[in-house]
Protein backbone atom coordinates (compact mmCIF):
# COMPACT_ATOMS: atom_id res chain seq x y z
CA UNK A 1 0.00 0.00 0.00
CA UNK A 2 1.53 3.27 -0.85
CA UNK A 3 1.42 6.13 1.69
CA UNK A 4 -0.40 9.16 0.40
CA UNK A 5 2.13 11.92 -0.48
CA UNK A 6 0.64 14.38 2.51
CA UNK A 7 1.10 11.81 4.99
CA UNK A 8 5.22 12.50 4.52
CA UNK A 9 4.85 16.01 4.70
CA UNK A 10 2.70 16.10 8.32
CA UNK A 11 5.11 13.89 9.84
CA UNK A 12 8.40 15.43 8.79
CA UNK A 13 7.81 19.02 9.06
CA UNK A 14 11.07 20.87 9.80
CA UNK A 15 12.26 24.29 9.67
CA UNK A 16 13.29 25.39 6.01
CA UNK A 17 17.34 25.87 5.56
CA UNK A 18 18.41 28.35 3.72
CA UNK A 19 21.68 28.29 1.15
CA UNK A 20 23.62 29.02 4.11
CA UNK A 21 22.81 26.31 6.03
CA UNK A 22 20.46 28.95 8.59
CA UNK A 23 17.33 27.55 9.74
CA UNK A 24 14.25 29.63 8.89
CA UNK A 25 10.77 29.91 10.05
CA UNK A 26 8.20 28.55 7.23
CA UNK A 27 5.36 30.57 6.39
CA UNK A 28 2.80 28.14 8.53
CA UNK A 29 4.70 28.19 11.86
CA UNK A 30 5.53 32.45 10.83
CA UNK A 31 1.17 32.51 10.12
CA UNK A 32 0.71 30.66 13.75
CA UNK A 33 3.14 33.31 15.81
CA UNK A 34 1.54 36.13 14.12
CA UNK A 35 -2.10 35.17 14.90
CA UNK A 36 -0.75 33.99 18.35
CA UNK A 37 0.71 37.24 19.01
CA UNK A 38 -2.52 39.18 17.17
CA UNK A 39 -4.94 37.11 19.75
CA UNK A 40 -2.48 38.00 22.66
CA UNK A 41 -2.26 41.60 21.85
CA UNK A 42 -5.85 42.15 21.68
CA UNK A 43 -6.63 40.22 24.36
CA UNK A 44 -4.68 42.63 26.69
CA UNK A 45 -6.00 45.89 24.77
CA UNK A 46 -9.13 44.65 25.70
CA UNK A 47 -8.69 43.81 28.96
CA UNK A 48 -6.80 47.23 29.70
CA UNK A 49 -10.14 48.95 28.03
CA UNK A 50 -12.57 47.17 30.30
CA UNK A 51 -10.39 48.02 33.39
CA UNK A 52 -10.26 51.41 32.25
CA UNK A 53 -13.76 52.37 31.59
CA UNK A 54 -14.56 51.03 34.96
CA UNK A 55 -13.16 54.04 36.65
CA UNK A 56 -15.08 56.12 33.79
CA UNK A 57 -18.34 57.89 35.32
CA UNK A 58 -20.05 60.46 33.26
CA UNK A 59 -22.88 61.26 35.73
CA UNK A 60 -20.66 61.00 39.31
CA UNK A 61 -21.20 63.90 41.66
CA UNK A 62 -17.84 65.34 43.47
CA UNK A 63 -18.59 65.76 47.03
CA UNK A 64 -17.08 68.78 46.65
CA UNK A 65 -15.54 71.09 43.54
CA UNK A 66 -12.10 70.83 44.73
CA UNK A 67 -11.22 68.20 47.45
CA UNK A 68 -7.67 66.92 46.84
CA UNK A 69 -5.69 65.14 49.57
CA UNK A 70 -2.12 66.09 49.93
CA UNK A 71 -1.07 63.48 47.90
CA UNK A 72 -2.71 65.28 45.14
CA UNK A 73 -5.09 62.63 44.74
CA UNK A 74 -8.45 63.01 42.58
CA UNK A 75 -11.19 64.42 44.47
CA UNK A 76 -13.77 62.02 46.20
CA UNK A 77 -16.67 61.48 43.92
CA UNK A 78 -20.12 60.41 45.58
CA UNK A 79 -21.92 57.33 44.43
CA UNK A 80 -24.12 57.85 41.47
CA UNK A 81 -27.26 55.71 41.57
CA UNK A 82 -28.28 56.87 38.32
CA UNK A 83 -25.15 55.99 36.65
CA UNK A 84 -24.96 52.67 38.25
CA UNK A 85 -28.15 51.93 37.16
CA UNK A 86 -27.66 52.97 33.89
CA UNK A 87 -24.51 50.66 33.55
CA UNK A 88 -24.70 47.97 35.85
CA UNK A 89 -28.93 47.20 36.19
CA UNK A 90 -30.00 48.54 33.11
CA UNK A 91 -28.28 45.21 31.41
CA UNK A 92 -31.56 43.78 32.11
CA UNK A 93 -33.82 46.22 33.97
CA UNK A 94 -34.51 48.43 30.94
CA UNK A 95 -35.15 52.41 30.58
CA UNK A 96 -33.65 52.48 34.15
CA UNK A 97 -36.12 50.07 35.06
CA UNK A 98 -39.30 51.60 33.72
CA UNK A 99 -39.30 48.52 31.61
CA UNK A 100 -39.21 45.09 31.59
CA UNK A 101 -36.56 43.37 29.48
CA UNK A 102 -34.39 40.37 30.30
CA UNK A 103 -35.40 41.12 34.22
CA UNK A 104 -38.75 42.51 35.48
CA UNK A 105 -40.23 46.13 35.21
CA UNK A 106 -39.32 47.70 38.17
CA UNK A 107 -41.37 51.06 38.43
CA UNK A 108 -44.42 50.63 40.71
CA UNK A 109 -43.11 46.94 41.61
CA UNK A 110 -45.48 45.37 44.25
CA UNK A 111 -41.95 43.90 46.21
CA UNK A 112 -42.13 45.93 49.94
CA UNK A 113 -38.28 47.92 50.18
CA UNK A 114 -36.88 44.84 52.30
CA UNK A 115 -37.51 42.50 49.47
CA UNK A 116 -36.28 44.51 46.90
CA UNK A 117 -32.82 45.51 48.96
CA UNK A 118 -32.69 41.65 49.48
CA UNK A 119 -32.74 40.62 45.83
CA UNK A 120 -29.87 42.83 45.16
CA UNK A 121 -28.04 41.96 48.10
CA UNK A 122 -28.27 38.13 47.56
CA UNK A 123 -29.80 37.78 44.25
CA UNK A 124 -31.86 35.06 43.33
CA UNK A 125 -30.38 31.65 41.84
CA UNK A 126 -30.85 31.74 38.16
CA UNK A 127 -32.27 35.01 37.85
CA UNK A 128 -30.47 37.40 39.08
CA UNK A 129 -26.67 38.22 40.34
CA UNK A 130 -26.08 39.03 44.04
CA UNK A 131 -24.97 42.32 44.31
CA UNK A 132 -24.44 42.59 48.44
CA UNK A 133 -20.39 42.27 47.76
CA UNK A 134 -20.32 44.83 44.97
CA UNK A 135 -22.46 47.28 47.17
CA UNK A 136 -22.19 48.13 50.88
CA UNK A 137 -26.02 48.41 52.43
CA UNK A 138 -25.94 52.10 52.26
CA UNK A 139 -25.66 52.37 48.50
CA UNK A 140 -28.16 49.67 48.44
CA UNK A 141 -30.53 51.38 50.20
CA UNK A 142 -29.80 54.45 47.69
CA UNK A 143 -31.04 52.25 44.81
CA UNK A 144 -34.03 50.77 46.49
CA UNK A 145 -34.90 54.63 47.01
CA UNK A 146 -33.78 55.44 43.12
CA UNK A 147 -36.19 52.47 42.05
CA UNK A 148 -39.46 53.53 44.63
CA UNK A 149 -38.96 57.41 42.66
CA UNK A 150 -39.09 55.84 39.09
CA UNK A 151 -42.08 57.40 37.27
CA UNK A 152 -43.27 57.11 33.99
CA UNK A 153 -42.00 59.97 31.64
CA UNK A 154 -39.50 61.87 34.03
CA UNK A 155 -35.65 61.49 33.77
CA UNK A 156 -34.79 59.31 37.04
CA UNK A 157 -32.63 61.44 39.20
CA UNK A 158 -30.36 60.64 41.60
CA UNK A 159 -31.96 60.25 45.69
Not at 7 to 13: A, D, F, N, P
Amino acid sequence: MAASPFVGRLQGIAPARSRSGATSVNSESRTSMYRYAFTAVCTVLSLTCVAGSQGAETDAIPTSPATHSSEGAPPTQQFSVKNTFRNICGFCHENYGRKAGKGPQLMATQLTDEQIFNRIKNGMPGRMAAFGVAFSDDQIQLIVKFIRNLKPGEEPQNP
